[in-house]
């Protein structure tokens, strides 16, 4: 008897534990992605700082072949596992990327990745280190710069099985003071934490 006690006791843990780590269904993205919070994105995005840190490498950068830019994203990639990273050093140093950092530290988790991009879809700022340094082979970047001035692009959700969260981007074609398209910007959401905010909210 007592041996079925346990085995039954040991089911029903392992069954809880389960059910804990298991998957939720999935957030309403057209509901939480909502015309307030991109209001709400474009307004720190419209923060000179973005603009003039885009035009600025747009103009260092605006004869770059596709050679060039495959070279840049390869030492982006190399330098994530070395110890020497200039070029990512150079990048998370910069006031944008700091601007973006505090940006993303002041949403209490909503934000876990801010990164601008600039007229070749390389990144310009970032508020932490991306996977690469290119992103204008990526729909981020497809969907919206190459597309349309007003060009958004809202991203299919992804769960992330090691924080246990819904997670999707939104992107934008990035804009200077006349109105002409300069790059493009994502903003990854933490859709567990919108929905969570919405319902208290509520």
């Known amino acids: 008897m ?10 029903f843990l392992a069954l809880s534990l389960t059910t804990a780590h298991a ?23 419209s923060a000179e700082i973005v603009t003039v840190s ?35 050093a150079a990048t998370l140093s910069s006031p944008l990327s700091v601007y973006l950092a505090r940006i993303q530290g002041k949403s209490l988790g909503l934000y876990p990745e801010i990164f601008v991009m600039d007229q070749n ?8 280190i991306t996977s690469d340094f290119w992103q204008g082979d990526e729909a981020k970047f497809q969907k919206t710069y190459d597309v349309s001035d007003d060009a958004i692009f809202i991203d299919e959700a ?41 319902l208290a909210g509520s």
């Open 158 to 198: 992804e769960w992330d099985d090691e924080l246990k969260i819904w997670r999707n981007q939104v992107s934008f074609t990035l804009l200077d003071s006349t109105k002409k398209k300069i790059g493009a910007v994502t903003v990854e959401l933490n859709l567990t934490e919108l929905e969570r905010r919405a």
């Open 2 to 11: 007592r041996f079925t006690t346990t085995a039954l006791a040991t089911t």
């Open 23 to 45: 998957e939720p269904p999935q957030p309403d993205i057209a509901k939480l992605v909502s015309p307030e919070l991109l209001a709400q994105i474009q307004e720190f995005i």
């Open 121 to 128: 879809g390389l990144n310009v700022g970032q508020s932490s």
């Open 54 to 88: 885009v035009q600025a490498q747009n103009s260092r950068l605006k004869e770059l072949t596709q050679d060039k830019i495959d070279a840049l994203d390869n030492q982006w990639k190399a330098e994530r596992e070395a110890a020497d990273k200039p070029l990512i």
